[in-house]
C-alpha cells in the first residue's frame, strides 16, 4: 500500500505552507522533531542533499534535480553505490524533492513508499517514517 510519509509534516501545523494534497491521509506516529526547517539562508544552495546515517553524518551525496536510479550512484568519494542506504536528508533547493523507494534505470516513474521533503526543510531521521534505508530515487519538483 502506497503511503504518503511526508503527511507528518502536517502534524507539526506547517501543511498550508508545505502545499500537501488536501486528501492526504492521517500522519504516521513519528516524533515532531524528526523534520525540521533549516537555516532560511541554506535553502538557496540549489542541491538535495542525502546522508548515509541519521543526523546529516557518514558519507553524502547531493542531487541538483531528478535521478530516478541512485544504483549507479556513489557516495562523494566513494564506489560505495546510495542505493537503499539513506538515514537522513537535507532539501536545500527552492523546490519539493521527493525520495521514492524504487527507482527507474529506464528513467521511467519512480514508485512504492514516497517521502517528500518541502524547500528547506531537512529531516534528521527517517527511521521513525519508516523509511530508513528505503531511497532508490529523487524527484525534483
Ligand atoms: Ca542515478
Known amino acids: 500500500m502506497r503511503r504518503l510519509l511526508a503527511t507528518a509534516l502536517v502534524a507539526l501545523g506547517t501543511a498550508a505552507t508545505l502545499g500537501f494534497a488536501p486528501n492526504a ?7 515532531a522533531d524528526a523534520v525540521e526547517e533549516l537555516r532560511p539562508a541554506a535553502a538557496v544552495e540549489g542541491r538535495f542533499w542525502i546522508f548515509e546515517w541519521p543526523e546529516y553524518t557518514g558519507n553524502q551525496k547531493s542531487y ?12 562523494d568519494g566513494t564506489n560505495t553505490s546510495v542505493d537503499n542506504l539513506t538515514s537522513s536528508a537535507q532539501n536545500l533547493t527552492n523546490q519539493w524533492g521527493t525520495l521514492y523507494q524504487f527507482g527507474n534505470s529506464s528513467g521511467g516513474a519512480c514508485s512504492g513508499e514516497y517521502f517528500g521533503l518541502a524547500p528547506g526543510y531537512g529531516v534528521r531521521d527517517l527511521g521513525p517514517f519508516a523509511f530508513n534505508n528505503q531511497a532508490s530515487c529523487i524527484v525534483m519538483g
Open 64 to 75: 541538483n534535480g531528478t535521478d530516478r536510479y541512485f544504483a549507479n550512484d556513489e557516495w
Open 25 to 31: 491521509s492521517a500522519a504516521s506516529a513519528a516524533p
